[in-house]
């Protein structure tokens, strides 16, 4: 039986000023340039355009039914319209970072649905356990072990790890179908044992409701729907796992390099279930910005690849990391706190890999963490 995760506090044992020195320099940046903290009008376009991304090469996959390599093109843009999607209008809305307008980042959080997940396991796991355990391993689901994959220091598990900076991006690709097939089902009844879901059974029973309405509604309209209308099945199936693993493979890699690269840290509470670090230094000693000057790049992964602001600040809008960056960068090294930063992309990359490969052969460890 799963346990009840237990409480960690953040101790701030040099009483660094950092964080609270960063949150009057960043509010005020926002009330001297008159700038809202929400996406706006900016966001508003880059959803549609991403959604329509999503969208209308389905409406144009059922209504031509075209020959089989246009309709491969056509999964392959649903795919990375959808984690368009997940990254840059969901993850914003789930924040609260979307809209000053609760109604409308609660409804824009439901497109998650697009991809057959349900939005209410998604909060407790990346809003509550990653972005205030990050990178600790008894909280962040994010890198825990996973059958064969390994992300962080600390946990043993089957030796086959050893291989896995060859073999874990095939994985990354089941990501989202996961989240289609078993993932919803199996955080919802977790996280009411962990007792990190804490809502009374009546609410449960109304989340178990939408989970199980989701699903039938997704697989009816992206799998049932064309199938219905003629395409062959094969093709139907093939497309919708291919949209997912390009899906997947797009936002697993986009997290692995924020948190699973050299120089992060993956502290574990100490025996009083302690962190002796404050909370936004551990962000910052968790969590590593890259390509930040590759526009078109923060465009697309919703300003993901500046991590190290989104952490501290997670109900800033993503369209704002640019602007802030110089002033986090700066405050940090005034205080004497890690910032940082892999420049290029395929540098960012070298060091996931590395460091899955370290991972993969740390000697096997024997004591039990619960």
């Not at 990346?126 to 600790?136: A, M, P, Q």
């Not at 501290?312 to 205080?335: N, Q």
Request: proline share 4%.
């Amino acid at each position: 039986m799963e346990q009840k995760k237990a409480a960690i506090k953040f101790i701030n044992t040099d009483k660094n000023p950092f964080f609270s020195v960063l949150r009057e320099r960043t509010d005020a940046y926002f009330k001297d340039n008159n700038i809202s903290k929400y996406g706006g009008s900016t966001l508003y376009l880059k959803s549609a355009i991403l959604i329509s991304a999503y969208i209308v090469p389905f409406i144009f996959l059922i209504v031509f039914q075209p020959v089989l390599w246009v309709s491969l093109v056509l999964w392959f843009t649903m795919g990375v319209g959808i984690a368009g999607i997940g990254m840059s209008v969901m993850h914003d809305a789930c924040h609260g970072a979307y809209s000053e307008k609760k109604w409308l980042n609660e409804y824009m959080g439901y497109t998650l649905s697009l991809a057959g997940a349900a939005v209410s396991n998604w909060k407790m796991q990346h809003n509550i356990l990653h972005h205030t355990y990050t990178n600790i391993v008894t909280h962040d689901e994010d890198i825990q072990n996973k059958l064969i994959l390994k992300f962080n220091p600390h946990f043993p598990i089957n030796h086959i790890v050893k291989f896995q900076h060859l073999y874990a991006f095939l994985f990354y690709g089941i990501l989202t179908l996961y989240w289609v097939v078993a993932k919803d089902m199996v955080q919802y009844f977790s996280f009411i044992k962990q007792g990190v879901n804490k809502n009374s059974k009546v609410e449960n029973a109304k989340i178990l409701i939408q989970i199980i309405l989701i699903k039938v509604f997704y697989v009816g309209i992206i799998i049932v729907l064309p199938i219905t209308l003629g395409i062959p099945t094969r093709e139907v199936i093939g497309g919708f796992l291919f949209m997912h693993f390009v899906a997947g493979i797009i936002l697993t890699v986009i997290f692995q390099l924020a948190h699973t690269v050299e120089g992060t840290k993956h502290p574990l509470p100490n025996s009083s279930g302690n962190i002796e670090t404050d909370w936004a230094i551990h962000q910052m000693q968790t969590t590593v910005n890259f390509c930040p000057n590759t526009k078109w790049l923060s465009w697309y992964v919703g300003g993901l690849n500046y991590q190290v602001e989104h952490h501290l600040f997670p109900r800033i809008s993503h369209i704002h990391y640019p602007a802030i960056a110089p002033i986090v960068e700066a405050t940090a090294k005034e205080f004497g706190v890690p910032y940082m930063v892999n420049h290029k992309f395929g540098d960012a990359l070298k060091s996931h890999i590395k460091l899955l490969k370290e991972f993969g052969n740390l000697p096997k460890l024997n004591e039990a963490i619960n």
